[in-house]
């Protein structure tokens, strides 16, 4: 989906007739003309984002960066929480974003109200839309958790679980038998009751996840997983120490995360973040985390190819 249709009248109809034209444009590969179009749209209704979004892609898909960047600044400018997520446009464009004001970020540029709103109109179709990927994270967040709990001498059985970008709940569904009590948290309000329909959670919250854990007590559970969640941060280590902290010594933290063969973080054309493994391991490290395992496996394809990635599992020792 393109996140230029979530908000989806300018009010002019002209305008509105301009945009549509210039989608068809862009889908039959014709970015110069939709351009055209789109300056049109832009100089009519100069307040609306969704038509300078579109522009900065079309402006984009002719080499015209610099030029895109500024389209999508201005995106920023009238929508400072971010809806359409310009401001990963911007960053991969080689700009900046302020440092303080504008959009409540996940991570540098990936606001909260751009992936709440994008994961709400996914919502209906994520499941499909995940298998016909050959998404496999529950199975291998299951098979890394229990080689790891065979590994440390231990029943593969947890007291309670907390599902980090729980999304439906396919991962806690997976892991359901092998955990007491469940709690899932969510941006997106439609997937949470999607995943409340599953019946595996003791209680499922709309929320961002760092701020869901600061708002528990130290120490106050045995298992933390997220499958396909870290990609929507960019540093993770605010996400890491707060499971460190909320994690009882001796449990256990599970995620999945896309990844490069180089350093630190990518921000992927998908506009999702790839961490290099050498990252992980420090970041993990720095929170207080002992690696057990880290496995290169990919849990999803994208256009027919595996997205190379990573299975973690840490412990918080003690």
């Known amino acids: 989906m393109s996140p230029a249709r979530l908000i989806l009248s300018s009010g002019n109809p002209t305008v509105d007739r ?3 034209w210039a989608r068809a444009l862009m889908a039959e590969g014709n970015a110069a003309d939709a351009a055209a179009l789109l300056d049109e749209a832009v100089a009519r209704t100069a307040d609306y984002a969704p038509g300078w979004f579109l522009l900065g892609q079309a402006r984009e898909a ?7 960047r500024a389209a999508y600044e201005r995106v920023l400018d009238l929508d400072p929480a971010d809806t359409l997520g310009a401001g990963l446009h911007v960053v991969r464009l080689g700009g900046t974003l302020p440092e303080a004001g504008g959009a409540a970020s996940t991570s540098f540029g990936m606001s909260e109200a751009y992936v709440r709103t994008l994961f709400d109109q996914y919502a209906d179709r994520f499941d499909a839309a995940l298998a016909r990927l050959g998404y496999r994270g529950p199975e291998l967040i299951h098979a890394a958790l229990s080689d790891a709990c065979a590994a440390l001498a231990r029943p593969y059985a947890f007291g309670r679980g907390l599902d980090l970008g729980c999304g439906t709940g396919l991962v806690a569904a ?8 469940l709690e899932g948290v969510d941006l997106s309000p439609n997937m949470i009751a999607l995943a409340r329909r599953r019946g595996v959670y003791e209680r499922a919250v709309a929320g961002e996840m760092v701020a869901f854990l600061k708002e528990r007590p130290a120490e106050d559970t045995d298992l933390i997983f997220a499958g396909d969640a870290f990609c929507y941060l960019d540093d993770l280590g605010p996400i890491l120490a707060e499971s460190a902290r909320v994690l009882e010594r001796g449990g256990l933290l599970a995620f999945t995360v896309e990844t490069h063969d180089g350093a630190g973080i990518l921000l992927r054309d998908t506009l999702r973040f790839a961490h290099a493994e050498n990252y992980v391991r420090a970041t993990l490290a720095a929170a207080g985390l002992t690696l057990i395992s880290c496995a290169a496996q990919s849990t999803r394809t994208e256009k027919d190819q595996p997205v190379p990635g990573l299975v973690v599992v840490a412990q918080r020792e003690g």
């Open 174 to 181: 997976r892991l359901a038998d092998h955990v007491g009590a």
């Open 62 to 68: 002719l080499g015209e960066g610099e030029t895109a």
């Open 18 to 20: 301009r945009m549509d």
